[in-house]
């Protein structure tokens, strides 16, 4: 699939590039891209959720009343689950919520998730570019000339560009990650995918290995 490169004004430089068959012509698997994805929401749960049982329960180990005679059911502890103020029965736990899956799943994953997106042509690729200071202004022009003002975007990088990254970092919309960190959650849940020149190679080398 040939792709017209344009530049950050949102020129087209006359220069077009083909989309690697072996990622983005892919048949898509589904079932992959839900484990992938469950995964990376997994990992984003800290799992430091916690109630108190009834043995860390502060208060009186003294006995409410009597065992008999009162016509009510026997209590022993202010700290009973029945009673407010008591421990929770079963209440979560801290955990990790973390799974492991297979290299070869995660980037089947991934590969399905750019074959989407290039099948539904919302790839842009642009040619390399950097900023020379790091202003959000110069990132929202980039967005606004490339027509995708309010869509979300994911920019690849080939490395880190921290002007590019920081010029793009209070903007709600757009997020900029580097190759070798992409992952299909972010492809999916970006409208359009900008890649340059250069991240190109990049995940055609990194999905070769």
Do not use: C, W
Request: aromatic share 8%.
């Amino acid at each position: 699939m040939e792709v017209k490169v344009v530049n950050i004004s949102g020129k087209e430089t006359g220069a077009k590039v083909q989309l690697p068959e072996s990622v983005f012509g892919v048949t898509p698997n589904d079932h992959a891209i839900y484990l992938d994805v469950k995964q990376y929401l997994a990992n984003q749960r800290q799992g430091t959720h916690k109630s108190k049982q009834r043995n860390e329960i502060a208060g009186s180990t003294r006995k409410l009343y009597k065992q008999k005679g009162t016509g009510g059911a026997r209590a022993g502890s202010i700290k009973s689950p029945l009673f407010n103020g008591g421990g929770r029965v079963f209440g979560p736990q801290p955990r990790d919520y973390s799974f492991k899956l297979n290299k070869k799943l995660k980037s089947l994953a991934r590969k399905s998730a750019l074959a989407y997106k290039a099948q539904d042509n919302s790839i842009v690729v642009l040619e390399d570019f950097s900023f020379d200071s790091i202003k959000t202004k110069n990132y929202i022009n980039l967005v606004n000339a490339l027509n995708l003002t309010g869509e979300k975007t994911l920019l690849v990088l080939p490395e880190q560009n921290n002007n590019i990254y920081l010029s793009s970092r209070n903007i709600q919309k757009a997020k900029v990650i580097i190759a070798s960190d992409l992952n299909t959650y972010d492809v999916l849940n970006a409208g359009k995918l900008l890649l340059t020149a250069n991240s190109l190679k990049s995940l055609e080398e990194a999905f070769a290995k």
